[in-house]
Nanobody, 124 residues
Framework: QVQLVESGGGLVQAGGSLRLSCAASGRTFSTHVMAWFRQAPGKEREFVAT????????YYADSVKDRFTISRDNAKNTVYLQVNSLKPEDTAVYYCAARVGSAYYTTTDKYDYWGQGTQVTVSS
């Protein structure tokens, strides 16, 4: 069982930056693919970024590519999402997710564990 706790969200002006963190419990963090998803009001949860257990491979949604960076520190059991050049359309609850294995996916049904989410609000 893996427990995930996100932090780092907040209110920021357009063009600003935030660093989201997701702390994971357990001793097998490095064996999990990690991902960030987000959900805006009235919309479905959507994929943002993912990173493999070693951290060597990352993949991003087109809408955030070149603005967001996912990384992980396996010694700290933590995955990060650096979000830059924020736009009002980035406003959403951001969720951390984990799955056991080496393959990464962009759909919610492939992930086994979820955090409670952290709110990111971007004002124009």
């Amino acid at each position: 069982q893996v427990q995930l706790v996100e932090s780092g969200g907040g209110l920021v002006q357009a063009g600003g930056s935030l660093r989201l963190s997701c702390a994971a419990s357990g001793r097998t963090f490095s064996t999990h693919v990690m991902a960030w998803f987000r959900q805006a009001p009235g919309k479905e949860r959507e994929f943002v970024a993912t990173i493999t257990g070693s951290g060597r491979t990352t993949y991003y949604a087109d809408s955030v590519k070149d603005r967001f960076t996912i990384s992980r520190d396996n010694a700290k059991n933590t995955v990060y999402l650096q979000v830059n050049s924020l736009k009002p359309e980035d406003t959403a609850v951001y969720y951390c997710a984990a799955r056991v294995g080496s393959a990464y996916y962009t759909t919610t049904d492939k992930y086994d564990y979820w955090g409670q989410g952290t709110q990111v609000t971007v004002s124009s």
